[in-house]
């Protein structure tokens, strides 16, 4: 099965861009989804299908996944950018999801 | 637009049953699959299981003998047990909805309820 793997934390300055990644052998060939939580909150899903944004995303988050990593990117990250972001993936019959990385907008 | 909200037992004791339900607004719990997750203090997320609107479900084996899911049609709900509860299963717990797609090999959590935390202590 899969064990995701996430830096535990992230530090961007403002207006600067933030990679957070997720790895795993081979998860290019899968479809990850990106949660954000905000402290107290609960997670708001940012990125489905590797790519793609739900209605209400800004436009500066994007994803990716190719070879042993799947990434989240914030573009011009700004303060209420500040969260924890999960990555999620389904396997088989369970729903994996990574340790979750801190993001700091210094 | 579906929005979910949820409540429960917030503290437990050791072997007692964990109960919690979630109300399903602006849309129908027979349209679409649902599912639990939880989130230890200062951890990341866990998912419990999921019923699918067929009220078929299946379990994060970690749990398996000690959970069940059920929808109620008539009450627009879903719910969650968890017996036996210990220390360990103190977390913030969510239901969310499940978005499921190429002939279910992709699943996916779009909308969320505010989370309840259960405290399992003597």
């Known amino acids: 099965s899969f064990e995701l793997s996430q830096p535990l934390s992230v530090s961007v300055a403002l207006g600067q861009t933030a990679t957070i990644t997720c790895g795993a052998s081979r998860i290019g060939n899968g479809f990850v989804h990106w949660y954000q939580q905000k402290p107290g909150q609960a997670p708001v899903l940012v990125i489905y299908r590797n790519v793609n944004r739900p209605s209400g995303i800004p436009e500066r988050f994007s994803g990716s996944n190719s070879g042993n990593t799947a990434t989240l990117t914030i573009s011009g990250a700004q303060p209420g950018d500040e969260a924890d972001y999960h990555c999620?993936?389904?396997?088989?019959?369970?729903?994996?999801f990574g340790p979750g990385t801190q993001v700091t907008v210094l | 637009q579906v929005q979910l909200h949820q409540w429960g037992a917030g503290l437990l004791k050791p072997s007692e049953t964990l109960s919690l339900t979630c109300d399903v607004s602006?849309?129908?719990?027979?349209?679409?699959?649902w599912t639990w997750i939880r989130q230890p203090p200062g951890k990341g997320l866990e998912w419990i299981g999921e019923?699918?609107?067929?009220?078929?479900?299946f379990y994060n084996p970690s749990f398996r003998g000690r959970v069940s899911t059920s929808v109620d049609t008539s009450k627009n709900q879903f719910s969650l047990r968890m017996s036996f509860v210990t220390a360990a299963d103190t977390a913030m717990y969510y239901c969310?909805?499940?978005?499921?797609?190429?002939?279910?090999?992709?699943?996916?959590?779009?909308?969320w309820g505010q989370g309840a935390l259960v405290t399992v202590s003597s």
């Open positions: 999620q993936l389904w396997d088989r019959t369970t729903a994996v």
């Open positions: 969310a909805r499940v978005i499921t797609s190429y002939g279910l090999i992709i699943k996916y959590f779009d909308t």
């Open positions: 019923i699918s609107r067929g009220a078929s479900a």
């Open positions: 602006g849309g129908s719990v027979s349209d679409d699959d």
